[in-house]
């Protein structure tokens, strides 16, 4: 057997720079701190908001893959990641907005070590930043969980997907997961301090790829529309149509 073996990608680096690289790897304490936190989400979706998920069946089998969803609430992070099956759920990573949830390191520690994100800076993001999180996506064989928009909506409304999404996986066989939340808005809007107990519901989509999309912008700007048509197109629950027309 030809044993490749590798130094960890964030050797070398200081515990500060490790809290928001974007090579920060999963000891055993971290893994530890992490699927503690996700048994305790499940239990917590389920008693307090009767979480369902339809379209399990359509995860991949196997790492790498990306996640894709709407983005209306933090409870959304929640929610996919307590959707991934016990394998995927230990190589998934939550890609966070590093201005919100790095900018202390009290919620850089919270980000990194309990929730595993890794930042993406909204106003300094650099090219090689998007390529580091390809290479590990795809050589590390990770979950990524993703919401195109960049933001939490403010109506509920889905917002244009950004093109950060075809940059990750232009040209490569990494399936990109369709997903749906509904109930999130309702649950825990962005202006509200803390969450109301009600429903959600989770879609899962048929896995898309982009092979032989191009690696450049337009490739992006095609991939993100693909990704964006396609959690648009899963279909509501009853209850969420129930909501909206008691709700208008």
Known sequence: ????????????????????????EVGLGTWILNATWQGLARLYLALF??????????LPAAAPFVLVANHTSHLDTLALASALPGAAAGRAFALAAGDVFFASVPAALFAAYVVNALPIWRRRSRPKDVIALRRRLIEDGLVYILFPEGTRSRDGRMAPFQSGVGALVAGSDVPVVPCRLEGCFAAWPPR????????????????LRFMDAPNDKAGWADIAAACEGAVAALPISADSRHAARSNP
Do not use: C, Y
């Open 192 to 207: 509200r301090l803390l969450p109301r107990p009600s429903p959600l519901r989770l879609t899962i989509g048929q896995p």
């Open 1 to 24: 057997m030809d044993w490749k073996l590798r130094p960890a990608r964030d050797l070398g680096l200081s515990r500060s720079e490790r809290l928001r690289s974007h090579a920060r």
């Open 49 to 58: 908001h009767r979480f369902r998920v339809t379209g399990r069946e359509n």
